[in-house]
């Protein structure tokens, strides 16, 4: 029988703190993004004491802001990453299959080409090896190749003179910041201590040997020492900063690259498919997202602050420029819903070499006794990256550690949900909701969408779609406080939502109404409200001031002007 799956309540992130400020664990991690949570929960289905701190919230850095995708990496084959490849797509047919079929879903592109022999045989050759590489269980339909014609059908708003045809392949897709915290939540649910707005301060040691970490709770402003036989840190591109605090050893430079992205709506181009092209520094991908299109990638370096990447006037032409290349209608800011940026921490062996140039494998390194160190990879790898990440604290342990079984452990959410979807019919007719929303909700929570319909039940009112931002409930917002660890207005708008960036002004309109009923969960008097929507209107203004700035450093001084909706996260 399955387990139970644990809310993350404000009572149950006291109750972790507590633990942790008494117990000995045999792992803490350091890191709530996805390798994070996915080493938290590695180590927890493994028998192990667990605990995890993050500064800010599940998934505020790198792994909610990616271009949304499981996929092998099909550029990665020119770099000869077979073995990357490889294994990426391994990781998807077992996310799609088995892990979080709820949560990740089959998305189809469109490769266009341009000349008629050459090209359409070496891309060819690339798609027939990724099919290949894939096997048999790649849980997706193969490629195929199509007609200039026929392209033209699926993708009318393409320049008929802009291809002689293209290849039709799938990828998956996955909505980064949501599986990541649903991630921490399984976690939560084998036992581990999670909590967010915990930021180590420095590193407890004994002689030359790491022992735990001092930690501030940024919400009480008190200290703990969190002990642990195991220290393993996965903050991404923050992972200097823990070198640092072993006063700087060298075992290896993380390079952040920056990725931007434009959001525009569904119905500005006519496309029954994502598209996918090659630009001379990155990939363009069209990504198809509920009523929305993503549009990206960049791939710079990013020498500013971590936390916050912003994208300048200078990526949103980039982007808008190469999706020109390709569409008759030319698409233009105006058309621009939302943007946002993120940074890969890519692992640079070559301090000289470029970011593009630079392999997405993933690099466990052990620095000092009780310590590891885990940086590098994509979001796709996620758990092969925490099961090596484990794999090396196991055996630095003084005793005898069980293997990884997480290609076997269900994300909260799976168990019974194809069943409910063949069913959603019904559950519509018995909640009153349209088909469409329950779709919707079961796409984001899985099984635990019962959890949200009795939400329902119980106040008739949060079935009302935000304003605004009518694809979301006030339902979903109600639950994000009470069950999935939101403790400020910005980690429902950005993360547990994506209202910030699919909807223009950051969504604005429908802040108000969000933190009125996160106000009603979380006890915030009055005046805890209105500070919660200052704060999240100076982050929207200090983006949309960042947007118009040519320069990353002149984007960085406006986007760093917005206050911290954890005072003394860095």
């Known amino acids: 029988m399955p387990l139970s799956a644990v809310a993350l309540t404000p009572e149950h992130r006291a109750h972790s703190l507590q633990r942790m400020a008494h117990e000995v664990f045999e792992v803490l991690v350091i890191g709530g993004g996805v390798v994070g949570t996915g080493v938290a929960l590695d180590a927890a289905t493994r028998g192990l004491t667990v605990a995890l701190v993050e500064q800010r919230d599940y998934a505020s850095g790198t792994s909610s802001r990616s271009s949304k995708l499981i996929h092998g990496g099909l550029r990665y084959l020119e770099q ?137 709770d940024l919400e009480s402003g008190d200290d703990l020492e969190v002990r642990a036989n195991h220290v393993i840190n996965a903050t991404g591109v923050w992972s200097d900063d823990v070198l640092d605090m072993l006063g700087g050893r060298n075992v290896f430079e993380v390079r952040p690259s920056k990725g931007i992205h434009i959001v525009i709506p569904r119905d500005r181009l006519r496309l029954e498919t994502g598209l996918i092209t090659k630009t001379e520094k990155s990939v363009l991908f069209v990504i198809p997202w509920g009523s929305h299109w993503l549009v990206g990638t960049t791939d710079t370096d990013w020498s500013y602050d971590r936390a916050h990447p912003a994208a300048t006037s200078s990526d949103i032409e980039y982007v808008l420029d190469h999706l020109n290349e390709w569409v008759a209608d030319p698409v233009t800011a105006d058309d621009i819903e939302g943007v946002y940026a993120g940074l890969r921490p890519l692992v640079a062996e070559d301090p000289s070499a470029g970011t593009t140039s630079i392999s997405r494998e993933h690099s466990v390194v052990q620095p000092v006794d009780g310590l590891t160190i885990i940086a590098g990879g994509k979001y796709t790898t996620y758990r092969v990256m925490a099961k090596d990440a484990v794999d090396a604290a196991a055996r630095a342990l003084d005793q005898a550690v069980p293997e990884s079984v997480t290609t076997d452990i269900r994300i909260v959410g799976a168990e019974g949900y194809p069943a409910l ?10 909640s009153g909701l349209h088909v469409a929303v329950i779709d919707h909700l079961l796409g984001r929570y899985g099984a635990l969408i019962a959890d949200v319909l009795a939400l329902i039940a119980e106040r008739p009112e949060l079935a009302e779609p935000l304003p605004g931002a009518d694809e979301y409930l006030g339902a979903e917002v109600v639950y994000a406080a009470r069950a999935e660890a939101a403790l400020h207005l910005e980690d429902v708008m950005a993360r547990r939502t994506r209202i910030s960036f699919e909807v223009p002004a950051g969504g604005l309109e429908a802040a108000e109404t969000v933190a009125g009923l996160m106000a009603g969960e979380l006890g915030w008097d009055d005046e805890t409200r209105d500070r919660e929507l200052e704060l999240y209107r100076e982050r929207v203004e200090a983006e949309q001031a960042a947007h118009r700035e040519k320069s990353d450093a002149d984007a960085d001084a406006m986007r760093t002007q917005a206050s911290e909706a954890r005072a003394g996260a860095v």
């Not at 039709?168 to 649903?182: C, E, G, K, S, W």
């Not at 979807?421 to 018995?430: E, I, T």
């Open 80 to 216: 000869y990453d077979f073995g990357l490849v490889r294994e990426a797509l391994r990781e998807r047919a077992l996310l799609l299959r088995t892990l979080c079929p709820h949560l990740v879903h089959p998305v189809q592109f469109l490769f266009p080409l341009r000349t008629r022999v050459v090209e359409r045989a070496y891309v060819g050759a690339g798609v027939l090896l990724y099919d290949l590489l894939a096997g048999v269980t790649g849980a997706v339909p193969r490629h195929r190749h199509l007609s200039r014609r026929r392209a033209l059908q699926i993708a009318p708003a393409l320049k008929e003179d802009s291809l002689i045809g293209a290849i039709q392949y799938y990828d998956a897709q996955v909505d980064d910041a949501r599986h990541t915290m649903m991630i921490a939540r399984t976690a939560a649910t084998y036992g581990a201590a999670l909590a967010t707005s915990a930021r180590v301060t420095g590193l407890l040691r004994d002689g030359e040997r790491v022992t735990g970490a001092q930690v501030r």
């Open 421 to 430: 979807r063949n069913g959603r019919s019904r559950l519509a007719a018995r």
